[in-house]
């Protein structure tokens, strides 16, 4: 796998993970511990694009 085609997949998840904290949030019986955690593996991915794109 390219570095390229690497950060297009990074995007895509990095994507995903926002729309299902969107949506999740509005949904009134989701475990905030569930968000949380969401949340944390999207910042972690972000972290992976930035130092990908940077090196």
Same mark, same amino acid.
């Given at each position: ?5 690497? +950060?297009?997949?990074?995007?895509? $998840?990095?994507?995903? =993970?926002?729309?299902?904290? @969107?949506?999740?949030?509005? !949904?009134?019986?989701?475990?905030? +511990?569930?968000?949380?955690?969401? $949340?944390?593996?999207? =910042?972690?991915?972000?972290? @992976?694009?930035?130092?990908? !794109?940077?090196?």
């Amino acid at each position: 796998m390219t570095l390229s085609s690497h +950060l297009t997949e990074l995007r895509k $998840k990095h994507q995903h =993970l926002s729309d299902q904290v @969107e949506s999740a949030q509005r !949904s009134p019986a989701t475990d905030d +511990l569930m968000i949380a955690e969401m $949340k944390k593996k999207k =910042l972690r991915i972000k972290e @992976e694009i930035s130092r990908l !794109s940077q090196g």
